[in-house]
């Protein structure tokens, strides 16, 4: 059973995470959940310093607990926009962009916002939902893609855009 919330994206698998494009990555226009999941793994996992040095790409300190912050030694386009940074929370990687004001951007990807408050701002779009029973299986695993546009205190200024990619069991 496949359902899709607007259109489809080119759902790519993506075995060698070095083979894989930040900015789409962050854009939610090619990969599908497997794939973030392999590449997450490998940047952020136990041979995170050497994925790191190939990656061209060194952590920054954090003072939030659910993001790993990184300086890219070349600046990648999300977005129509230029950043050198990028940070990954539980679910997706998120450009971290020079904007204070987060409207602007939800506004040109067509974001539903679910939080507008003057210190907090979060909307997404789902860009990919679908369902599938396992076999001789009561399990439905239900993968999502999600555009998402946010601001948190810890990064003043700035706003974060990326994309969500999950697994749920039902």
Known sequence: MLVTAQGSIAATTEDDPLKVDLAKLVECTSYDVPSYNGFAM?????GSVEAMKLMGVTELPSDNLMLREFKLEKPITVFGRQTDRVAFAPS???????????????????????????GKFLGEKEIVSSKEQLENSDTVLHSRITLNVSTVDTHPGKTLAGCSYSIEVE
Do not use: F, M, R
């Open 42 to 46: 490998w940047l952020t996992g136990p």
């Open 92 to 118: 997706g990687p998120l450009a971290v962009l020079d904007e204070a004001d987060p409207h602007p951007l939800a506004k040109q990807l067509g974001i539903k916002v679910a939080v507008d408050t003057p």
